[in-house]
């Protein structure tokens, strides 16, 4: 603070008058509820919410660091009307004043209906309420997990519905069922009963089934069972999950994405196990009804073999009548035996009789072979001197036109040296000599050509 310049009032440095302001506003509004409409809504790389509350004539700047954000049991949306608790401080680099927010909840019933519509109609988008996503509820669970606040009527009410049905073994995953933190654990619960039922080295036995319940409430009561990580857990879970969240008239969005949706926690009990007695009664009266129809199967049949039997002959008295035939087979067989061979030697006795001696047949058939001889004989002399004939007229034929009886009339056969029959004169040459060979005075003479 500066008085230098003669004024009365002191001159303070920016820094000064805003941490002046600072310790003000902070000491002032050290804890507030501050109500407005929720408007430009962010979440920073850092994880840190920044956003404003307004209302129809100002404008209230606010802040959620990153480790408290977590925490929160609803997250701030643009629209959403709420009620946000902090204190009041600066921002000296701005000139501002804002809320540092540690707890935000939504600004009445109203706001909490339209919040719940809003955010039904988005988790309805991705499917986590579509029917085909539900499953059967095993009949006779095991083991059965509860998920719910280890006190009050609620987790009383479960157990001793159980026990009077059909006692099973029950888990119990003790959570908050509402206010700050209650979503978060609740979410944790069945997540960690999920991860139970897949984990076959798990020390506990794996639950079949899963209730997930709280006992009646107002809307802001049953909240924790509208946020999205419950939502996601019940949906994501492998078990079959039955939801059992208030009374009759109370829904929830846990009901919307659970596979079966109990009016009441004891309801929830009711169709976890059948009524042990009416099961007993039921399988003793299916067993009765089991017996007698057996026995009525085993009667019908044994009437059934009777009159069979009774359509069938007696066996004594078809292997007599077969025993007695046979007596009589043998007797005709014996009978005929002997009529046979007597009908057979008187056959072979006429066959016999009707042969030919062959010596006969021998000496006719020599006679004939004799007779095919001569004959025989006969025609190949004819035969041979029919050719001898021919052979001879073709030979005095051939003698007449042979070159011999033409020299026997006293030509001449004229050769060269070669000894070549000379054919024209065109065949010598000048001094050469040729041989004329006379075949009737058988005398060779040469001749020369000049």
């Known amino acids: ?118 955010r039904r109609r988005k988790l309805e988008a991705e499917g986590l309420f579509a029917e085909d996503r539900k499953r059967d509820l095993p009949y006779l669970p095991q083991v059965i997990g509860v998920v719910t606040s280890p006190t009050g009527a609620v987790i009383r009410d479960i157990l001793h519905r159980i026990e009077d049905r059909f006692p099973r073994h029950v888990l119990l995953w003790p959570v908050l069922v509402q206010g700050k933190g209650a979503a978060q654990q609740v979410a944790a619960a069945v997540r960690g009963f999920g991860d139970l039922a897949t984990d076959p080295g798990a020390a506990l036995p794996r639950p079949d089934l899963l209730i997930v319940a709280r006992g009646g409430g107002s809307l802001e009561d049953l909240w924790a069972f509208n946020e999205e990580a419950v939502v996601r857990a019940v949906a994501d879970c492998p078990i079959p999950v039955i939801s059992a969240v208030g009374h009759e008239t109370d829904i929830t969005l846990v009901d919307f994405a659970a596979d079966r949706r109990a009016p009441t926690p004891t309801a929830a009990a009711e169709m976890a196990v059948p009524v042990r007695l009416d099961l007993m009664a039921h399988v003793a009266d299916q067993g009765g009804r089991l017996a007698t129809a057996l026995r009525r199967h085993l009667a019908d049949r044994q009437d059934q073999m009777a009159a069979l039997a009774r359509g069938l002959p007696n066996p004594a008295r078809r292997l007599s009548e077969q025993v007695q035939r046979l007596d009589d087979w043998s007797d005709r067989l014996g009978q005929s035996l002997g009529t046979g061979m007597d009908r057979r030697r008187a056959r072979l006795t006429a066959a016999a009789a009707g042969l030919v001696r062959p010596d006969g047949v021998i000496r006719f058939a020599e006679h004939r072979l004799a007779g095919e001889a001569r004959a025989l004989v006969a025609a190949g002399r004819a035969s041979l001197d029919t050719a001898r004939n021919r052979l001879d007229r073709a030979a005095g034929l051939l003698e007449s036109y042979s070159f011999e009886r033409v020299l026997d009339r006293g030509f001449a056969l004229v050769t060269d040296p070669a000894g070549r029959p000379v054919t024209s004169v065109k065949g010598l040459k000048t001094g050469r000599g040729a041989l004329s060979f006379c075949e009737k005075s058988s005398i060779k003479l040469w001749a020369y050509v000049a």
């Open 1 to 118: 603070m500066d008085r230098s310049d003669g004024h009365n009032l002191p001159v303070f440095t920016v820094s000064e008058i805003s941490m002046a302001v600072k310790r003000a506003v902070e000491e002032d509004f050290q804890w507030v509820r501050v109500r407005g409409e929720v408007s430009g809504f962010k979440r920073a790389a850092s994880g840190h919410l920044y956003f404003a509350l307004k209302d129809a004539d100002a404008v209230l700047d606010g802040v959620c660091w990153r480790g408290t954000a977590a925490r929160l049991g609803t997250q701030p949306e643009d629209g959403m009307e709420m009620v946000a608790t902090g204190r009041l401080t600066t921002y000296a680099g701005r000139s501002k004043y804002q809320i540092i927010v540690d707890h935000v909840e939504p600004a009445g019933e109203g706001a909490l209906l339209k919040l719940l519509e809003d």
